[in-house]
């Protein structure tokens, strides 16, 4: 094994790689968002997922305000060391629409449909 070091990953040229989220047990995709090097150290460190809100410039712990927490299970890194998944455990819905999942709409015969409702 080797000791892990955030700085090894390779992130865009705004210093952010994106992170899917994954159910665990289940293997639902629940969401996409961007970490940096120190929202990924502080995920790890604290086991609550932290994202890197582009739009506000802040840290973002999932969950601290909704309460729609995740619990990081495990943190695996891709091939090319430029994404990564978060396997985590949802509590509540994932997407700030309150919709379980962000991936809620299908693009089918070039028509956008609605898979899900909120919660």
Known sequence: MTQFDPAT??????????????????GEV????????????RTL?????TYWSRSR?????????SGHVQELVDLRVDCDRD???AVVRQTGPACHTNRRVCF?????????VELMAPE
């Not at 990953?9 to 289940?26: F, H, K, M, S, W």
């Not at 629940?30 to 150290?41: E, G, R």
């Open 57 to 65: 410039q802040a840290f973002w712990v999932k969950g601290e305000t």
């Open 104 to 112: 809620y709409t299908s693009v089918t015969s070039g028509e956008e």
């Open 45 to 49: 460190e604290s086991g609550r997922v």
């Open 30 to 41: 629940l969401m996409m968002a961007w970490m940096n090097a120190d929202s990924v150290a």
């Open 9 to 26: 990953l390779r992130y865009d040229v705004n210093g952010l790689i994106p992170c899917i989220a994954q159910q665990e047990g289940t």
């Open 83 to 85: 994404c990564l998944l």
